[in-house]
């Protein structure tokens, strides 16, 4: 386990004991406030996009093609987007701070 802190869609900060091992996606979905992934993690449907923290995006792993161009077609797309079902929650993602971001 490892805080993970989550700004919800109305902006409100909440703490969670984060699974690491485990995507940043699926800790998120198990949420009320999280995000719905439809897609399971197949980087396909964009619904488990987030804004990372400007501090933390570059200790994240790197997007690859498939993620970009999925992010590059969203309307509330940001130079901070990923796809949450991308990243895994590791130890030294301890602290993450992420924003659920809009609906498309
Ligand atoms: S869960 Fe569908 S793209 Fe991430």
């Not at 690859?64 to 030294?92: I, K, V, W, Y």
């Amino acid at each position: 386990m490892a805080l993970l802190r989550v700004v919800d869609r109305d902006g409100v900060e909440h703490e969670v004991d984060g699974k690491t091992g485990l995507k940043v996606m699926e800790n998120l979905r198990e949420l009320d406030y999280g995000v719905a992934a439809i897609c399971g993690g197949m980087c396909s449907c964009a619904t488990c996009h987030v804004y990372v923290d400007p501090e933390w995006q570059a200790k994240l792993p790197a997007m690859m093609s498939d993620e970009r161009e999925l992010l590059g077609e969203l309307a509330h797309h940001r130079e901070n987007s990923r796809l949450s079902c991308q990243l895994e929650f590791t130890p030294a993602l301890a602290g993450l701070r992420v924003t659920v971001a809009p609906d498309e």
